[in-house]
């Protein structure tokens, strides 16, 4: 009996071996781009006969992959790495046969399906549990044609986001209901101690190269993104080339009334790159017109655009030593001041809008007087087991001026305000990935963010208005990835928060003669300290079907200078300067089929001590109290034919208060914008010419009653829907030159901008810009 059972087990495990070994199957791979050179962490998805993904592989630093998991059988392998064009391949594989494929990997500009502000680190979108909008160099280039604000363009594409203002600055601009961080390649441009609302006007959409928006809170990058990120990508230089770049000159004019209106645009890029050096080198200068409405009249200089000349120097150069370091050093400086020959006769809300006439302003030119941005960055990715990391050193310097008041309401007697802010500090980002099987793949992200911010508001007569607030934050994180069975993958980070704010001895500004209505304040320093987490789950294994989940956390101490400058104690200790963390929760979806993309989410936003900014006694004072603001996105776009494309989005946003008697109320139009509706029509007839008609719609809202003395307060006032169509065109003159133009508000709408209907402020009731035409002529070389 027991040689009969010794029998049988020599059988079995004879057959069991026997089907090992006839199982066995090995895929070899080596992927390089165009000159030869290997390359690391290379994405290589592998589909079966029926287009199921099977497994993820990802390239070692000689550029090679291995796998011995799968079935004999057909398969498809897709090779896709950020900067080169995704490339794909069939294979069959045999039992008992080591098959050795190759990839060429060829550069590409097209980078819509990887994003990299999401993780600090470039990932595919289908493996981030966000909500994502990327705007392309491309879609850029059109919109500029229409109007070459980079604040419009933003609001007219992303949903989400509050549509322009027609000012310099972006105020009530929000995404999703919150304040945005808005960084240039990574560097901080917000305020975060005073929202000065001058952030996303902070570089001219001719250095651009692409924007990422990273939609909720988010823990991996800190103070000020409650409500989300903006990232600037800029330029880098083309591949190939010695020396090239593009020359531009363009003009643009109101269409129906011209006179006075007629603008100009100059901007020359040279880029090129020589053996292990590259270079992009920028400038830019634009000067707006006179701006008017639908009905000729000269629209109101409140912190507009009319009459402003832009100014914009970009430099970037770039050190590759080997294939696996870099160095860069950037330089940007923004400069937008309105010179106006106009000033101000103030209308009434709702009745007549207020006007330009011509006149001398007593102040200081309004805008940006300058925004300094540099850094120095080193990468590295080859660093023992598998690590790659990147450190970054930045100084920024920051200077916004707003308009002259005969009147002030804070302060006694006339005055002119502008915000201060310098930041420096050091991002230091590593990352490290590890295979544990073919079906549980991770890579750990961690770091360390230094940030030095010191910022103030005063008149330019001396008076300080908010005093100097120096702050030092010091925050570590890391966020682990796991990509589970191929298709699910699970993000999970934590980020420390540890900030102190110092603040010297001071005194709240006079709001009557003799010091009258000033308070001395004791200084001291303002701790802050928190833990912020985030969690999120995708599924991508299906086109049709990828949904994410996902709970975050934003920091922010976004109007601590609003606190300190309305002070009512004498110390520090009894001012509500408390953080404001955001809990964001959001459930989504995005789905490929046929010629279809849709995407979808709804999202809910919570905080128990929010900085809800309403007007009490005419000023506008943060309220520390809880918050809920929840909304929802929805986008579709479909691919027809290769000359037609259409699409259209939808996003909602709603928020509420809670009162210290538990009474819920809405909040202003700062916070929450209308709902908003885009569509467009792309048609392109041949391979030179290019037309797109878009539609921006804004909502009604109406949340609030006038107050007692029959007048609206301070941002609460009723906003009509606004609908608008602007028109742009490329076309394609030969390899060299191209002629770009487009139409705002092509059928001449007569309207008044969103922040003009919710801010029931008499002197910023003013139109909206009528018909304008743009047009430029590019030559590259």
Not at 192 to 204: E, V
Request: with cysteine.
């Amino acid at each position: 009996m027991k040689q009969l059972l010794l029998f049988a087990s020599l059988c079995l495990l004879t057959l069991s071996l026997s089907f090992a070994q006839s199982q066995k199957v090995t895929l070899k791979g080596l992927i390089t781009d165009d000159k030869g050179a290997p390359l690391q962490d290379v994405t290589i998805k592998v589909l079966d006969s029926i287009g199921v993904r099977k497994t993820i592989l990802k390239t070692d630093q000689r550029g090679q992959f291995v796998t011995n998991t799968l079935p004999e059988g057909n398969y498809k392998l897709i090779a896709s790495y950020i900067g080169y064009k995704e490339t794909i391949k069939e294979v069959q594989l045999t039992t008992n046969t080591a098959t050795q494929i190759e990839f060429i990997l060829s550069q590409d500009i097209a980078l819509n399906e990887v994003v990299i502000t999401a993780g600090r680190k470039p990932e595919s979108i289908d493996e981030v549990p966000s909500s994502i909008s990327i705007l392309s160099a491309q879609e850029v280039k059109e919109q500029t044609n229409v109007n070459p604000s980079i604040a419009t363009i933003l609001g007219n594409t992303i949903p989400g986001l509050g549509t322009g203002t027609n000012k310099a600055t972006n105020s009530g601009q929000t995404l999703r209901g919150r304040q945005v961080l808005v960084l240039i390649d990574g560097i901080p441009q917000s305020t975060p101690l005073m929202n000065g609302a001058r952030d996303i006007r902070t570089l001219d959409p001719a250095v651009i190269e692409r924007v990422e928006v990273i939609k909720g809170a988010t823990s991996i990058y800190g103070n000020g993104s409650g409500g989300g990120i903006i990232n600037f990508i800029t330029k880098t230089p083309a591949v190939g080339k010695r020396f090239g770049g593009t020359t531009s000159i363009g003009t643009s004019g109101n269409l129906v009334h011209p006179s006075k209106t007629i603008g100009y645009r100059i901007s020359q890029l040279f880029e090129g790159s020589i053996d292990k050096f590259s270079y992009v080198i920028s400038g830019t200068y634009n000067y707006t017109g006179v701006l008017k409405d639908a009905k000729g009249e000269v629209n109101a200089q409140a912190d507009g655009l009319g009459e402003n000349n832009l100014y914009n120097t970009f430099i970037k150069l770039a050190y590759k030593p080997n294939e696996h370091s870099a160095f860069t050093a950037s330089y940007n400086l923004f400069r937008s001041v309105q010179h106006s020959d106009y000033v101000n006769v103030v209308g009434k809300y709702r009745e007549r809008p207020s006007i330009g006439v011509k006149g001398d302003d007593p102040g200081e030119p309004a805008g940006t007087p300058y925004n300094h941005n540099v850094f120095l960055s080193y990468h590295h990715d080859a660093l023992p087991y598998r690590t790659s990391l990147d450190i970054t050193a930045y100084y920024n310097r920051f200077v916004s001026m707003n308009r002259y008041v005969e009147q002030g309401t804070a302060w006694y007697g006339p005055g002119q305000t502008k915000i201060q802010s310098f930041k420096k500090g050091l991002r230091l980002n590593l990352n490290t990935p590890w295979t544990i099987h073919d079906d549980l793949q991770a890579e750990l992200t961690y770091g360390l963010d230094l940030l030095n911010d010191r910022t103030n508001q005063i008149l330019t007569d001396g008076r300080v208005y908010i005093p100097d607030m120096d702050m030092v934050n010091l925050a570590p994180y890391a966020q682990l990835k796991l990509d589970l069975w191929n298709h699910l993958v699970l993000k999970g980070g934590v980020r420390y928060e540890n900030a102190n704010v110092k603040v010297k001895d001071f005194n709240t500004i006079a709001t009557g003669p003799n010091g009258e209505g000033s308070i001395a304040v004791s200084g001291g320093k303002i701790p802050y300290h928190a833990t912020m987490f985030n969690v999120g789950l995708r599924y991508n294994k299906y086109d049709f079907l990828n949904p994410f989940i996902s709970f975050s956390q934003g920091f922010a101490i976004n109007e601590l200078g609003r606190i300190l400058r309305r002070a009512t104690q004498s110390t520090l200790e009894s001012i509500e300067t408390d953080p404001i963390i955001t809990n964001n929760y959001e459930l989504g979806i995005s789905s490929r089929f046929d010629i279809f993309h849709l995407t979808a989410a709804y999202y809910i936003s919570t905080s128990k001590f929010g900085a809800n900014l309403v007007d009490v006694g005419g000023y506008l004072v943060p309220q520390r109290e809880p918050e809920r603001v929840y909304g929802y996105e929805v986008t579709a776009d479909a691919f027809l034919s290769p000359q037609w494309t259409v699409g259209a989005s939808y996003s909602f946003v709603e928020g509420k208060s809670e009162q210290e008697d538990g009474t819920k109320v809405y909040m202003n139009g700062i916070r929450i914008a209308p709902p908003k509706a885009t569509a467009y029509v792309a048609f392109r007839p041949s391979s030179v010419f290019d037309l797109k008609l878009n539609w921006v719609y804004t909502g009604d809202r109406n949340r609030f009653e006038p107050r007692s003395n029959g007048l609206f307060a301070n941002s609460e006032g009723p906003v009509d829907a606004v609908n608008l169509l602007n028109l742009s065109a490329l076309y394609r003159i030969n390899n060299k030159f191209s002629l770009g133009m487009g139409v705002e508000n092509l059928l001449n709408n007569s309207y008044y901008p969103v922040v003009s209907q919710y801010r029931a402020i008499d002197a910023e009731y003013v139109r909206g810009n009528g018909a304008t035409l743009t047009m430029n002529l590019s030559y590259n070389f």
